[in-house]
């Protein structure tokens, strides 16, 4: 499968705790993408990394938030001290540099903070 | 950044042409229009994207009149796997962050 992957699929944390989550983009894709997508909502914008360089940032992305692309090839978001508001759908999407910027999306991963 | 309006839901049987139409009033000239499809604990896939007139592909169909302030997406014949979310999108094209509203909810009966 040359898609968009991310891991895991799943997680159930308690409020408080660490969880990092990592995507895989398609291998020729150089751009990476964060959304964060609550139910019943559009995908909310977190972060972009172009390579391994993080060229924007959200002002959703708090303090707490941190994302890494080491080697422009997959990344990770981590979330530290997760409180339940973090609960949602973490997206990650890719996209090769080109006009028309077409995204690929992975499956998600979602959060519940109890 | 344009703001988009669509409808909350709409309803539809197969075999039926479906159209949901986009308002963007404040669209601005280097802006695209793009339209996303999303299933339930998927992420969104992209369908079509355009900037002015008709753009047509193997999945749908997306037209735009001359104002640009609005545009519809066209979905031939629909099945019950076009059940989904669909979202309308206005950027330029150079902004990598994608702006995603609430979506349309199509809901395709047999």
């Known amino acids: 499968d040359t898609g968009v992957s991310q891991d895991p699929r799943h997680k159930i944390t308690k409020r408080g705790q660490n969880v990092t989550f990592r995507c895989d983009p398609i291998s020729e894709h150089n751009r990476l993408y964060w959304y964060r997508q609550t139910l019943g909502q559009g995908p909310e914008f977190l972060t972009y990394f172009q390579n391994e360089a993080q060229l924007e940032k959200s002002r959703l992305l708090s303090d707490r938030f941190s994302a890494e692309r080491p080697k422009g090839s997959f990344s990770t978001l981590e979330i530290q001290r997760t409180e339940q508001g973090d609960s949602a759908m973490y997206l990650c999407a890719s996209s090769a540099q080109g006009p028309g910027d077409e995204q690929y999306f992975g499956p998600g991963t979602r959060l519940t903070v109890t | 950044l344009a703001k988009t309006t669509q409808p909350i839901s709409m309803d539809s049987y197969e075999g039926q042409e479906v159209n949901i139409t986009c308002s963007h009033n404040?669209?601005?000239?280097?802006?695209?229009i793009t339209w996303y499809q999303q299933f339930p604990s998927q992420g969104p896939r992209f369908i079509i994207q355009?900037?002015?007139t008709k753009v047509t592909n193997e999945v749908a169909s997306l037209f735009i009149p001359a104002d640009r302030k609005s545009s519809t997406l066209s979905l031939p014949r629909v099945s019950l796997s076009d059940t989904a979310v669909y979202y309308c999108l206005v950027g330029d094209a150079s902004r990598r962050a994608l702006t995603f509203g609430s979506g349309t909810r199509l809901q395709v009966q047999p």
């Open positions: 355009g900037y002015k």
């Open positions: 404040n669209i601005a000239t280097n802006d695209y």
